[in-house]
């Protein structure tokens, strides 16, 4: 641990750099009061575990030293990850490969950011080469984008330390394994408040944070409960059950007190309720695909199944495996037939990936009267494929694990949809816990 003296001289330079932030970047104080600085930790310069900021005095007193500057690009380098939720997003990724998209990520807004406050000591012609290469390859700089194009080009160990010394500042040894829930809501309303302060209140003191909104737009988008996502495929039906809320239990009462054992009025005995009845799952079974990953998605789906809270007791489920071709086709009519699929399930395929297949069999049943109200259709993928030109009659969802696919291949298939109704593509973000889910057009 550092001596008393160290920690005062580490907070005194702290609070300097805190306080010329604030007058320098007023939309990002929110941020900034929300990662308190503390000591107790003994890192060798910056670390943080979302909660707070802890601090090496040495470090901090020899970089404030050779540039003032320094000390704030570290101090706004560790609120980025909070603000950006690196933290809580580590959970099933490499850690070396995460730490060190997720450092670029950030370096990269802050060499975006046009403030004398924030100036590097000498622009670095490797790290602009590096964002050039990167922005050819996806639209928006975020952790995640750079995690999966380097797993896709499997960088090696070399060229990842190499990039580690580069871009590496403060230490995160402190992340945790598991995400925090609690945490994690609190950085992504954090994340919120500070994106509409750069386009509402503090439009004008933002100039050149271009980078920085747009990575707040995408860490701010909301999660929802993967159960209220797939009742967006439901339709009105009455199902045979005790329609209680109907029931007037005046006339019930009235009629056995005055009449004896003789009710004027019985429960109604059936009830019209919203769940799913058609639908379709389609299973990208190509060689990108993670077999794991699949029986993972079909176990959260069946379970769903068997609460009987999304699904009528008699369905008419589909699941179909597609690579470039068209694999296998199950028909699942109740929860015990899913959990029969899912006791003997097999991967089938690992070949190229095209999603047309898939689509033409689903238009083809419909046309034979295969379903009575289809209303979706979810594509479990990692995004890689080729895509129908034209959109289906029927809403339509590409699945694929946050983190671990690639959206930005993903085609828009622009057509109008009905009032009421979510567009007829999205991209749906799947958290690796299977739960929660990030929805894009």
């Not at 050779?66 to 490499?94: E, I, Q």
């Not at 990842?160 to 994690?184: K, M, N, Y």
């Not at 034209?390 to 009032?419: H, N």
Request: net charge negative; aromatic share 10%.
């Amino acid at each position: 641990m550092q001596s008393a003296r160290w920690a005062e001289i580490g907070l005194e330079i702290l609070f300097s750099a805190r306080s010329e932030l604030y007058m320098n970047l007023p939309f990002l104080d929110g941020a900034l009061a929300s990662l308190p600085v503390r000591d107790g930790f003994d890192t060798s310069s910056l670390a943080t575990d979302a909660k707070s900021l802890f601090f090496s005095g040495a470090w901090l007193a020899q970089h404030f030293e050779r540039s003032r500057t320094s000390v704030n690009r570290a101090y706004m380098h560790t609120v980025f990850h909070c603000l950006l939720r690196h933290p809580s997003k580590m959970h099933g990724r490499d850690r070396d490969l995460w730490s060190l998209a997720c450092d670029i990520a950030v370096e990269s807004m802050l060499d975006s950011l046009n403030y004398r406050c924030l100036a590097p000591d000498k622009p670095s012609v490797r790290r602009e080469n590096l964002y050039r290469s990167l922005r050819e390859q996806m639209p928006v700089l975020t952790a995640e984008a750079v995690y999966r194009h380097f797993r896709r080009e499997r960088l090696n160990s070399y060229d990842c330390a190499t990039l580690t010394r580069i871009f590496a500042v403060d230490e995160h040894t402190l992340w945790p394994e598991d995400s925090d829930d609690g945490q994690d809501r609190r950085w992504q309303q954090q994340a919120e408040r500070t994106r509409t302060a750069m386009e509402t209140v503090f439009a004008n003191e933002a100039t050149g944070g271009e980078a920085v909104r747009e990575q707040l737009a995408v860490s701010a988008r909301r999660t929802t409960d993967y159960r209220a996502f797939l009742r967006r495929f439901s339709a009105l039906r009455e199902e045979t059950a005790v329609d209680a809320d109907s029931f007037d239990y005046g006339y019930y009462a009235y009629g056995l007190r005055h009449y004896g054992n003789m009710p004027l009025i019985e429960p109604l005995e059936t009830r019209e309720t919203r769940k799913i009845e058609d639908f379709v799952i389609a299973i990208d079974t190509s060689m990108s695909t993670s077999g794991e990953l699949v029986h993972a998605f079909l176990e959260k789906t069946c379970e769903l199944l068997q609460q009987n809270t999304s699904f009528f007791r008699r369905i008419n489920l589909r699941i179909l495996q597609c690579d470039d071709r068209l694999r296998s086709d199950k028909m699942i009519h109740n929860a015990k037939e899913f959990a029969d699929y899912m006791a003997h399930f097999e991967l089938i395929g690992q070949s190229a990936t095209d999603f047309r297949p898939v689509f033409e069999h689903v238009d083809r049943l419909v046309a034979e009267g295969a379903f009575h109200s289809l209303r979706g259709l979810l594509y479990f993928t990692d995004g890689l494929g080729l895509y129908p030109k034209k959109r289906p009659k029927y809403d339509a969802a590409f699945v694929m694990l946050e983190g671990e696919a690639s959206p930005d291949s993903v085609t828009s298939i622009k057509a109008r949809c009905s009032t009421g109704h979510f567009p007829a593509t999205r991209q749906l973000y799947i958290s690796s816990s299977l739960s929660k889910v990030n929805a894009d057009r």
